[in-house]
């Protein structure tokens, strides 16, 4: 028997019953953000994003990921005229609230939740933000995200005896594969694997880049290189329920969150693509470590008390590898800046290169 919301269960069906079948792209999309009884889009009795919640985000465990975000986003301000910050998924804003404390940026979330948009405004209460439902144009200054592109629906291939075919869900829920859809080519995807596809991921890469007329492209999210991504057989998908994960996205439908990894290759090409130069691409843990967090957490260990010990433990929450340290990924996009060291990614180099900062192109 089906569980779930019972209005985006009835929802479905229906859906399912007029198209006969639903790529799995438009499932989760319903899922997640129709908009009256998506996950995202409903309201909650309790905010799905948190300790209370199904899940939890860097800025959850401690106020200092923003704070040291803050630290960074100083220094592209400064060879910035008129900087500006956009955030794309901000959740509940409290991201936004903890990089607002430490420097009063001109600041925009774009949302198209009015759920998520009421909790954002509540968090944000005597902060100066502005709220959109699409990218401004003519940014100059930082379009940043953290636990965005994870949440956007993705198609799902399986090579069966050296054929890619595409999964569909069924009436009934059920899982079927049919000749796909849309035109892919995957040399390396294995026979019987499976590979999660986010073509919104590269539609979104585009936008932001013709959005951004200065400045930088940030995304924060839990991914792999082209080459670990195809190695995960099974895929990415995974659900989250009261911070416990399961592989089924066809059980408590609309009551759980439903993620897959990013392929940061497809955003870095796409990038490349579209006139952004691909910065750097490094650990959650090596940015956290360049931006300072070795330095807070000092004199947190001389003191010793308990709230002190408490506070360690949550920084090495955001640093640790079996955490969020090597989990989560961070992307460095530029568009018309000159080269210059900066903070986060100093003397560090990855898939994109060394990163870079300083005055704005003539």
């Known amino acids: 028997m089906t569980t779930g919301h019972p209005a985006l269960v009835a929802h479905l069906e229906r859906l399912i019953q007029e198209r006969g079948r639903l790529p799995f792209s438009t499932y989760m999309a319903e899922v997640l953000y129709h908009p009256e009884h998506g996950y995202y889009a409903r309201e909650h009795q309790t905010n799905p994003i948190g300790a209370g919640g199904d899940f939890y985000t860097s800025a959850d465990v401690d106020p200092a990921f923003g704070h040291l975000l803050a630290g960074l986003f100083e220094e592209m301000a400064a060879g910035i005229n008129d900087f500006r910050l956009v955030e794309i998924g901000a959740g509940k804003g409290l991201l936004a609230r903890h990089v607002l404390e430490r420097h009063p940026f001109p600041y925009t979330i774009v949302e198209r939740s009015p759920a998520m948009r009421r909790s954002q405004?509540?968090?944000?209460?005597?902060?100066?933000?502005?709220?959109?439902?699409?990218?401004?144009?003519?940014?100059?200054?930082?379009?940043?995200?953290?636990?965005?592109?994870?949440?956007?629906?993705?198609?799902?291939?399986?090579?069966?005896?050296?054929?890619?075919?595409?999964?569909?869900?069924?009436?009934?829920?059920?899982?079927?594969?049919?000749?796909?859809?849309?035109?892919?080519d995957l040399p390396l995807l294995a026979d019987g694997g499976i590979v999660d596809i986010s073509p919104d991921a590269t539609d979104w890469i585009r936008r932001i880049a013709k959005a951004i007329e200065v400045g930088f492209h940030l995304a924060i999210d839990y991914g792999y290189l082209r080459d670990e991504m195809f190695a995960r057989t099974g895929g990415t998908l995974m659900c989250y329920r009261q911070h416990r994960a399961d592989a089924d996205p066809y059980s408590s439908i609309g009551e759980k969150d439903i993620t897959a990894h990013v392929n940061f290759s497809d955003i870095m090409d796409i990038g490349a693509e579209v006139g952004f130069r691909n910065v750097a691409y490094v650990k959650q843990m090596d940015f956290l470590i360049d931006l300072g967090i070795l330095d807070l957490m000092a004199p947190l260990v001389e003191q010793g008390d308990a709230a002190s010990v408490a506070r360690i433990q949550a920084l090495k929450n955001l640093l640790l590898p079996p955490m969020m340290g090597e989990r989560f990924r961070v992307l460095l996009q530029s568009k018309g800046v000159v080269a210059g060291a900066i903070a986060?990614?100093?003397g560090r180099s990855g898939a994109a290169g060394n990163a870079a900062i300083g005055t704005v192109e003539s």
């Open 344 to 346: 986060g990614f100093r």
């Open 121 to 184: 405004t509540e968090m944000l209460r005597g902060f100066e933000v502005d709220w959109s439902e699409t990218l401004p144009s003519g940014i100059r200054g930082c379009v940043f995200s953290n636990e965005f592109f994870d949440a956007l629906p993705v198609r799902r291939f399986v090579r069966r005896a050296g054929r890619i075919r595409e999964i569909f869900v069924a009436e009934g829920f059920a899982q079927i594969e049919d000749d796909p859809e849309l035109s892919v």
